[in-house]
């Protein structure tokens, strides 16, 4: 009794399940058969078929539909059910009498209305998606919106046929020669090791170095064909019942066919492209250590990293280039070695990686040198490969010995250290730090702010030398308490008897000049003089560039702070404004030359005020300098296209000269972007025939040209009236879609 009632709700959720399903597989089924219609593929459109189906299930999810759910629903839908549906899911024994008779009847009144109860769904919808796909499947490829070659071609492609068309009108009586066969032959170069191909579309697409061989095969008498490819002719040799004609694949650029028969009559086939892919270097990186790694004395010299290596046509060599830095100042001494990796290579392979252990021992490193290396590698490309490099690496056995502090106010203070980095490599370097900063430890963030911090001090007392500052700071003047007073002993603790008594260990114990006898009286010229021993007076700039360098040492100081403070983005303003008051500094002193103004010669008295005029002419010249605007031959055509849309005139042979020169004017803007231009470029190449003559022609030539010639400069001197924008936007639009 219980399953059979609670069965009703059971099949309605088999139901509703089931149709949300066969909705996710109806869009599924849609999804599938558009990529398949359009790109003519199986594998592609059973994965999109699979994909689709997954984000449905994933949408809709048909398994939440449970027995609970369904109850709800039945009850909302269902008058019969009085909202009693639920208690078909629990058992009959367990529920009182009042809910058990009413559990009864509704077992006894839902049976029917819920066997005709429609789930709700999207069935319908899922149907009209799946057919609007499926036809839009079907019409693309008809329209080729979806079509890579048609979209190639609507971008300035071109059909895989070559086409010739006749220069002039033919005689009347002769039969013009046919193409009947072509072939187009890719060598690859041998490096490579890629197989020959061959291909019927004449836009070339190749590595560079490929030698192309165009094979020609016309029916009728054929007196000579040529190829014009970048204002040369290259003419194709018989051989067989071909014209063939080898070239090897050196730079970008346009070519195009030609011939002429037994009478002399010529045709030209469109304009085709040849793009060349250089062969990319290989790429190196280095993996296992930080880019500057520290030694100590007691340390383990050695440094443990791989190398990933990879370049798309294989790898021939790869080696590591180390340069080890012996001494300090002057006397540096530089040796480079190239060493091989602990892995072996596999000539040929496209992805290596490759391990070494480097012992700075065995490179003869001692304390204080350093060490730079990166890794080269070598690609197969002939007769000279192609070199990528990594980026360079450094190890430093640091020399602790030199590294000296003053602890007490006496001894001096090595102010220029042996290496120190500019604020232009500490800022790179703090910026590095604060990307990094997420990443790293806090121990090593806060060591590296603080190591930063000592460069920017080292920098900052490098730049006080030449504001004659002789240590890192200023001694603090001495307290203003008795002379005999000790240091830092409170002046109510000092002995009374000490002005009555003779102390040998006092600075004036011995001194028998009495006061104030010694003193030497003051230079009255001594504010007129340049005293070299005052800091403010030595100094190598003069009185504005003291200034800002006294700025920029202000500066720094707050840049170190912040440093040392383990905030580095607070420090990084500062840095920028002492980077930027240390450029106008340089700038300001590269001024050495002393500036000479005219000089006019001297004067004669005897011949000052006497109006003698002899010997004195007069110098004048005029001069017309013409000019010349951008792409000229482009603007003559648009004015010469206008004249033949017209009818006043008929094509010459200076037309096809001037259309030649206005083509390449804009081959040399169509080389940065062929796909854009290559269209226009055949309307140009076309003129040369009578097709391309027509009215119709010319005038979408004239358009294309018009739409992209750059608008005309303004010479001063030539605006001959005023114009609002309204009128200039007028016109534009009107030369555009005339």
Known sequence: MTNSEASILTHFRNRWQMLLYIECALYALGAGLFLFLVSGGVFAGLLAGLFVFGVSIAVRKPWRRDLKRVAAFVDTAVVEA?????????????????????????????????????????????????????????????????NTEAASAGRGGSPARIEFAPVDSLQGGTETPKLTGQRIRLDFPAYTNKPDAQTQDPNIRALIGTTILWELRFEGAVFEVIMERGGERFPLQPTGEFFTLRQVLD???????????????????????????????????????????????????????????????????????????????????????????????????RSEKLSKILNLKQLQMDIGDELYFYVEALDRRQPLPNRGRSETYFAVIRDTASSAFAVEGSLGVDLMPDYFRSQRQLIIDTEKLIAEAPSLPVSEFKFRSNELGFDQKALRIKYGQFMGEESEMDLAPEESLSEDTPEGEDADHADPLAEFTHDHDGDNAHNLVAEGEGEKEED????????????????????????????????????????????????????????GLLQEIKNSARIYVHRIGFDPPPIKEEKRLSGDIEGVSTYARDEFLEYEGSFPAMRQGVTRLQTLIEGNSTYTDADRELFRRAGQELAAKALEEPGRYLSLLRALKATETKSGRAVEALQELRQKLLQILPAEEKIPGLQTGNRDDMNTLFLKELLEYE
């Open 82 to 146: 009085d909202y009693s549906s639920a208690l078909l899911l629990s058992e009959a024994d367990s529920l009182p009498g009042l809910s058990r008779l009413q559990r009864n009847r509704v077992a006894g009144q839902l049976r029917e209305p819920v066997r005709r109860l429609i789930p709700p769904n999207g069935l319908l919808r899922a149907l009209t998606t799946m057919t609007l796909l499926i036809l839009l499947g079907v019409l693309a490829p008809r329209t080729g919106f979806f």
């Open 251 to 349: 730079g970008s650029g346009f070519y195009s066919f030609r011939f002429s028969d037994s009478l002399g009559n010529w045709q030209v086939s469109d304009l085709y492209a040849l793009e060349a892919i250089p062969d990319k270097p290989p790429t190196a990186k280095i993996e296992g250590v930080p880019q500057f790694t520290y030694f100590g004395a007691e340390d383990a010299l050695r440094l443990d990293f791989t190398a990933q290596i990879f370049d798309d046509l294989g790898i021939s060599d790869a080696y590591i280039v180390a340069t080890v830095s012996k001494g300090s100042g002057e006397s540096v001494k530089f040796r480079e070695e190239r060493l091989g990796f602990d892995t072996p290579l596999t000539p040929g392979t």
């Open 524 to 579: 009255p010229l001594h504010e007129y003089l340049h005293n070299h021993e005052d800091p403010e007076a030595a100094t190598l700039f003069e009185e504005s560039l003291r200034t800002k360098l006294r700025k920029a040492l202000d500066v720094m100081w707050d840049a170190e702070l912040h440093l040392r403070l383990y905030t580095p983005e607070a420090s990084l303003p500062y840095q920028y404004e002492a980077l």
